[in-house]
């Protein structure tokens, strides 16, 4: 790694200490609600998103949640995690810019993909929080470049790239190391888990050892994010797909979402097809948590929002 990358992760903050005393407690623990609760005391930025988020829950409350210890059993232990990790991040990259904007609604969008259909991958029983952590850092390195080479984005789009090998042939020759590589450090410099520092540094692998149970956890939590990877970034172009069914979904999703290394979707589209909608309120209930980017999402991104939103009145009658 040369003296200005080592420079740049010398000088990355730190992790969200909430974060971190969160991600050390065990969810089995009978007091687990208790300790979160009391975490929420410690940080009232993390206390106010909690509320927030309850209140735009799935199946919104008869009546609003009006405290913490009504907010934090709706929410639920899994997801609990998932936000202090993702409104974390958001304290140490904040959006800015229009590159900015797009990287975090890709960035959420993929962990709640990964989230959603963890339990529906056919190769391994894969947890569905850290499928959505691996969703959420899989791109770490890109916010790296952003934060720290302005002119990176505009850079490396004028190469054109159209998938993912040719954007790590971009960014090496933009900025000398490819956001893979450069995530991989992230998480060391984090101390983040394993399994974590594994997805981010191969997401863009696809040929990977099976042969031990570990290895097949890990190419299995690969394809997930690989799929949720290709699925954000296509209907963050092609808004329009998400009101298809059937065989032009199937036709729409193949081409851009199964590599050709694999023999088959490791997810049934039919499945993908089902969870669309809620993946994407999920999703924008957890982006306009995050500062900067409500004004954003009603300027520039109203197609994709403004669909789930049709296709959820549609499912509730309205």
């Known amino acids: 790694m040369n003296a200005e990358y080592v420079d740049v992760i010398a000088k990355l903050p730190c992790l969200n200490q909430v974060m971190v005393k969160l991600l050390a407690l065990d969810s089995n623990d009978i007091h687990y609600f208790d300790s979160v609760y009391e975490l929420a005391h410690e940080d009232p930025s993390f206390a106010v998103r909690i509320m927030h988020l309850a209140n735009v829950a799935d199946k919104a ?19 609990i995690q998932s936000i202090v990790s ?12 229009k590159s900015d904007s ?41 916010f790296i470049f952003f934060s720290q080479l302005t002119d990176a984005p505009k850079l490396i789009d004028e190469f054109n790239w159209v998938d993912g090998e040719q954007l790590l042939i971009s960014e090496e020759k933009v900025c000398g190391m490819d956001h893979a590589t450069l995530g991989g450090y992230v998480c060391e410099k984090w101390q983040l888990p394993q399994y974590i520092h594994n997805v981010v540094s191969k997401h863009h692998v696809y040929e990977y050892s099976e042969d031990k149970q570990a290895d097949k956890k890990l190419a299995a ?6 799929v949720s990877d290709a699925l954000s970034m296509l209907i963050m ?23 050709p290394s694999w023999s088959s979707m490791p997810i049934a589209v039919e499945i993908i097809a089902s969870h669309l909608t809620e993946i ?15 004004e954003v999402l ?5 197609d994709w929002f403004e669909v789930a939103e049709a296709e959820q009145d549609t499912e509730h009658g309205k």
Request: negative net charge.
């Open 221 to 226: 939590m690969l394809k997930l994010v690989q």
């Open 102 to 142: 797009d990287l975090w609604i890709h960035s959420v969008m993929v962990a709640v993909f990964a989230r959603t259909l963890a339990p529906f991958i056919h190769e391994f029983i894969l947890d569905e929080e850290e499928a959505y952590l691996c969703g959420l850092l899989h791109d770490i390195g890109r």
């Open 237 to 259: 172009h092609k808004p329009e797909l998400i009101s298809l069914s059937g065989n032009a979904l199937h036709d729409a999703l193949i081409p851009k979402c199964q590599h």
């Open 86 to 97: 993702t409104y974390a991040l958001a304290d140490a990259f904040q959006c800015q810019t």
């Open 61 to 79: 409350p008869v009546s609003p949640v009006k405290t913490l210890r009504q907010a934090i059993p709706r929410i639920g232990v899994s997801h």
């Open 298 to 302: 009603n300027r520039d991104y109203p």
């Open 280 to 294: 994407l309120e999920q999703t924008k209930n957890i982006l306009r948590g995050i500062e900067g980017l409500d």
